[in-house]
């Protein structure tokens, strides 16, 4: 099977199935996570009481299921192709929200989530990636910096700021932990299939995958715990893992993109409409927060899920 008959045969439907399966288990996290106290950002806690839920437990296999999906396409296709493909999720969690709470799709929740998915398909559209190996190269320390960076000041921000603006200072910092994450994950996949499944033992990608990547679980608990609607923290953790994904791939694979000045103005623009649907989201999740404060003070334990 040719490389392009590969990314259409089994990498874009196992990055679509593992999105359905991300968006599935979002859902159901957010709604557990509301049955449980709320806890600081990043403390073990919220899950040591989480893994008491069953229905929590069952997402997490979901999220297993997502996850070898994932693998699978990342196996057969470039980061900078199967990323961007997650990033349905957003879609998959707001219809499957709607359809767990008996409510209808919300019009403005539903444009802003389309606003994301159309925003960087159009991103992948315009770039074309393509080429690019297996190994990290050198030219890893800027990106890896500014990473760290800009992980460290979501956290202050989560720290200080209350309301929809924690929620998506936990979510930027959970989509940088996974964009991050997916990238080793290639590497642990090329090693797999370089020497066998112990392989990767030998080599660090694979004990940094184990401590990245369960951060950034926490914090996407942390992230769904603390906001209103699931979207705006689903918005912005399955945008910013494939943009993310995106700038690994170059700096750190060798993977290419077309860059003439008419493309990079259309991935301006196309950044622009994620950032708008992010904001459209973020808005309305806040407007719901204010709506609902007087009817969760009257009933504390019903805290409601709009989707």
């Known amino acids: 099977m040719s490389s392009g008959g590969a990314w259409l045969v089994v990498a874009v439907p196992c990055a679509v199935a593992g999105a359905a ?38 997402s997490v296999l979901t999220v297993i299921v997502g996850l070898s999906l994932q693998v699978v396409a990342l196996a057969f296709g470039p980061l900078m192709l199967v990323q961007p493909l997650l990033v349905t999720s957003v879609l998959f969690g707001v219809v499957y929200s709607a359809w767990m709470s008996g409510r209808r799709l919300d019009r403005t929740i539903m444009v802003g989530s389309l606003s994301c998915v159309a925003g960087l398909s159009a991103f992948l559209l315009l770039a074309r990636p393509s080429g690019g190996g297996d190994l990290i190269e050198r030219r890893t320390v800027p990106l890896a910096l500014a990473l760290g960076l800009v992980f460290l000041l979501c956290m202050l921000a989560a720290s200080f700021f209350p309301g929809e603006i924690r929620v998506i200072a936990l979510a930027l910092a959970t989509g940088v932990l996974y964009g991050v994450t997916a990238a080793l994950m290639k590497v642990v996949t090329s090693q797999i299939r370089a020497g066998g499944i112990a392989e990767p033992f030998q080599h660090w990608v694979l004990y940094a995958v184990c401590v990245i990547g369960p951060c950034g679980f926490l914090l996407s608990q942390n992230a769904f715990q603390q906001g209103k609607l699931i979207s705006p923290a689903l918005a912005m953790i399955t945008s910013v893992d494939p943009l993310v994904g995106v700038a690994i791939g170059v700096l750190w694979f060798g993977e290419y993109t077309v860059s003439t000045p008419a493309v990079l103005a259309g991935e301006v623009l196309a950044g622009i409409t994620i950032i708008g649907g992010i904001a459209v989201l973020t808005h309305r999740g806040e407007h719901l927060r204010r709506e609902t404060e007087s009817a969760e003070s009257d009933d504390p334990s019903g805290r409601i899920t709009w989707g």
């Open 21 to 58: 399966s991300f968006g599935m288990a979002s859902v159901v996290q957010q709604r557990a996570t509301k049955q449980v106290p709320d806890t600081r950002a990043l403390n073990p806690r919220l899950l040591l009481t989480l893994v008491r839920k069953p229905i929590w437990v069952a």
